[in-house]
């Protein structure tokens, strides 16, 4: 699967690095401030007990728009966040799968390959890391901190 074949749909994406569904959810907080400012995107500890934030994404173009909690997602301040209303900021993205790290796994690349979502790290697991921009080196030697599994879950599995 390479990035032209991302489909249109409703998907749950994952932090690669954990231990099968322990790999913590990718998406803004459940609980938020009311205001109308961006809204940061994080990789959740995974043992919070909520559901797994989803994400639309909608086929664009050379990229796709990916939406959370209906708000599509681009760059604030280096950081990934959804805007509520100010959309200046909304990028598209470019899904790159990478089966050499296996099935699912993916690289998000800002549409002009500049830059791509990467887990800051923190010292606390049990705290969110925030989404942010780097440069993607043009090795294979990918992080595993901006690698992101895709699942599906909108369309039923027959396998």
Not at 43 to 67: A, H, T, Y
Request: contains cysteine; charged residues 30%.
């Amino acid at each position: 699967m390479n990035s032209s074949s991302m489909e249109n749909g409703i998907y749950v994406i994952f932090d690669h690095r954990g231990e099968g569904l322990n790999n913590p959810p990718i998406g803004r907080y459940p609980v938020e401030d009311l205001s109308l400012s961006p809204k940061a995107v994080y990789s959740l500890p995974s043992n919070m007990g909520f559901e797994f934030p989803k994400w639309v994404i909608e086929k664009r173009d050379r990229g796709c728009r990916m939406k959370a909690f209906g708000a599509p997602v681009g760059i604030h301040k280096d950081q990934l966040c959804a805007f509520l209303l100010d959309e200046r900021g909304i990028e598209d993205w470019v899904v790159t799968f990478r089966p050499e790290h296996g099935r699912d796994i993916a690289t998000i690349e800002k549409e002009d390959r500049s830059a791509a979502w990467c887990v800051e790290e923190n010292e606390d697991p049990s705290r969110p890391k925030r989404i942010v921009m780097k440069q993607i080196s043009k090795s294979s030697n990918l992080p595993d901190k901006m690698l992101f599994t895709f699942v599906r879950m909108d369309k039923h599995q027959s396998k």
